[in-house]
């Protein structure tokens, strides 16, 4: 089992930045594959961005690649979502989850809203 708390949501206007984080508690967070996912209004979720366990390996949505960034620090049992370039198609609630996801272990995420 896995628990997460995401925070570091907000409102930014366009082509601003936030820096989001998932901090975990549970299973060994260092043995899991960690991963951000994004609900905007009336869609399904989808998966943004994800790193493994040793945080050399990242993969991203083609939508976020080269303006996000998703790192980690095991011995914070956190995971980060450096979010840059920030468009208003970026608005939706942010979560995390291990990789691939488990149902039971969605937090409460975070929103982001991203005025033009």
């Known amino acids: 089992q896995v628990q997460v708390v995401e925070s570091g949501g907000g409102l930014v206007q366009a082509g601003g930045s936030l820096r989001l984080s998932c901090a975990a508690s549970?299973?060994?967070?260092?043995?899991?594959?960690m991963a951000w996912f994004r609900q905007a209004p009336g869609k399904e979720r989808v998966f943004v961005a994800g790193?493994?366990?040793?945080?050399?390996?990242?993969t991203y949505a083609e939508s976020v690649k080269g303006r996000f960034t998703i790192s980690r620090d095991n011995a914070k049992n956190t995971v980060y979502l450096q979010m840059n370039s920030l468009k208003p198609e970026d608005t939706a609630d942010y979560y995390c989850?291990?990789?691939?996801?488990?149902?039971?272990?969605w937090g409460q995420g975070t929103q982001v809203t991203v005025s033009s």
């Open positions: 549970g299973r060994a967070f260092k043995d899991v594959f």
């Open positions: 790193i493994s366990r040793g945080g050399g390996l990242t």
């Open positions: 989850n291990v990789f691939p996801y488990r149902n039971n272990y």
